[in-house]
């Protein structure tokens, strides 16, 4: 059974993806060749999640690594 992921790109699609993977459970490793790009995926990716949780859609969000 899978249950780790890595995504690589940090960019619109690769943050996207990386977030629905950890939304759905997974272990997800976010990779760039960019500190900055990452930086602004994972942004990106904890300020979707935190809506999500605010809104009562999910009950707790899923940690990222990078």
């Known amino acids: ?4 992921i890595v995504v690589i790109g940090a960019g619109t699609m690769g943050n996207g993806i990386a ?6 459970g997974f272990k ?8 900055e790009a990452l930086d602004r995926g ?3 990716i904890t300020t979707n999640l935190d809506r999500i949780i ?3 859609n999910h009950s707790k969000s899923r940690k990222l690594k990078h």
Not at 28 to 35: A, C, G, T
């Open 1 to 4: 059974m899978i249950k780790n």
């Open 19 to 24: 977030h629905t993977f950890a939304q759905s």
């Open 28 to 35: 997800v490793n976010l990779v760039d060749v960019s500190q």
């Open 42 to 44: 994972l942004k990106t």
């Open 54 to 56: 605010a809104k009562g």
